[in-house]
């Protein structure tokens, strides 16, 4: 088990950018498949960026091309940029390790796009 913290949450207008940092603790970091998650007040949790062990990348269709998730394993942590936000992108932001049977959560950040 890895313990996951996220940070680079706030608030911002349209159209700005925030870069989300999810860190975790312990070497075996590398091994996980990352996955940054959103969850709106009223609506489910649903997946916004994947990567792999291996780098492989994969975005839901309604941030495509606007976030690019990334990973730097010599520090443990993984990367969510967020580019051209919008107000529907509000949210708290989660990240979610997972290797194998096993996933930990991170407590969330909160991102809020308002003029």
């Known amino acids: 088990q890895v313990q996951l913290v996220e940070s680079g949450g706030g608030l911002v207008q349209p159209g700005g950018s925030l870069r989300l940092s999810c860190a975790a603790s312990g070497s075996i970091f590398s091994i996980y498949a990352v996955g940054w998650y959103r969850q709106a007040p009223g609506k489910q949790r649903e997946m916004v960026a994947h990567?792999?062990?291996?780098?492989?990348?994969n975005y839901a269709d309604s941030v495509k091309g606007r976030f690019t998730i990334s990973r730097d394993n010599a520090k443990n942590t993984v990367y969510l940029q967020m580019n051209s936000l919008k107000p529907e992108d509000t949210a708290v932001y989660y990240c979610?390790?997972?290797?194998?049977?096993?996933?930990?959560w991170g407590q969330g950040t909160q991102v809020t796009v308002s003029s």
């Open positions: 990567i792999t062990r291996g780098g492989t990348t």
């Open positions: 979610r390790g997972t290797y194998g049977p096993y996933s930990d």
